[in-house]
């Protein structure tokens, strides 16, 4: 339909696969950019398997997530990063979940320090890197969002990432995204995507075992100290 015919958007379809809470369960534990089988999706939703594959195929249905085959196993994954975008931003807006167990307070501990955010570094690490490339003159607010400066090209070349190709990528090259534990800014967009992978392969984070956690290594604190001047805390 030609968009001077439409008046608005219906975002009611989408509000209602998002009200209910496996659904939001399973939704959140994709943040963590890897695919997941259905069984280990019914585990983060606390539901049966029965009742966690009609949720999937109800966001399946409603373009919120994708499935990947591989033989006969098939693993769930959010759509894209709008989708992230979108969780995240619904998280901000939400009441906290609060602790009720060691463990749990543990995990949150872990996920405020160092998490993936879909694809991309969140938590006090990400937004210390994002303050971090700004205040040492890597990166400049641009019209849309961040650019990288020459300084800043050099030392993210050095690391191994291409920069060029990555301002050719038709995602976003850079942009801030609020944190919804830090209420801060960390970095969003191609650029975040592939220096996150890129620290990861560096060995400077570690998945952990809790969903979306990262560790930051020695090596890491040293890697970000050194190339970035970002020191956390």
Request: with cysteine.
């Amino acid at each position: 339909m030609p968009t001077e015919d439409v008046v608005a958007a219906d975002f009611a379809p989408v509000a209602a696969l998002l009200a209910d809470r496996a659904r939001a369960a399973m939704l959140t534990a994709l943040l963590d950019g890897r695919p997941l089988a259905a069984g280990e999706l019914a585990r983060a939703a606390g539901v049966g398997a029965s009742t966690a594959s009609a949720h999937l195929a109800r966001l399946l249905d409603g373009g919120l997530v994708t499935v990947l085959s591989q033989g006969r196993h098939r693993y769930y994954a959010l759509r894209d990063a709008e989708v992230a975008q979108l969780v995240e931003a619904l998280s901000r807006m939400s009441p906290p979940v609060r602790v009720r167990s060691l463990r749990q307070s543990g995990e949150a501990r872990r996920l405020r320090r160092a998490r993936t955010c879909y694809d991309h570094l969140a938590g006090q690490a990400g937004v210390a890197l994002c303050a971090a490339l700004l205040d040492g003159g890597l990166l400049e607010p641009d019209t849309d969002g961040y650019a990288a400066t020459r300084k800043g090209a050099e030392a993210l070349d050095a690391l191994g990432l291409d920069v060029a190709a990555l301002r050719r990528s038709r995602r976003r090259f850079a942009w801030p995204c609020l944190d919804w534990t830090e209420r801060r800014p960390h970095l969003n967009g191609a650029l975040a995507a592939a220096l996150t992978g890129r620290m990861i392969d560096l060995g400077w984070f570690e998945r952990g075992a809790a969903p979306r956690a990262l560790t930051v290594t020695g090596a890491g604190l040293a890697g970000l100290a050194g190339s970035f001047g970002c020191v956390l805390p």
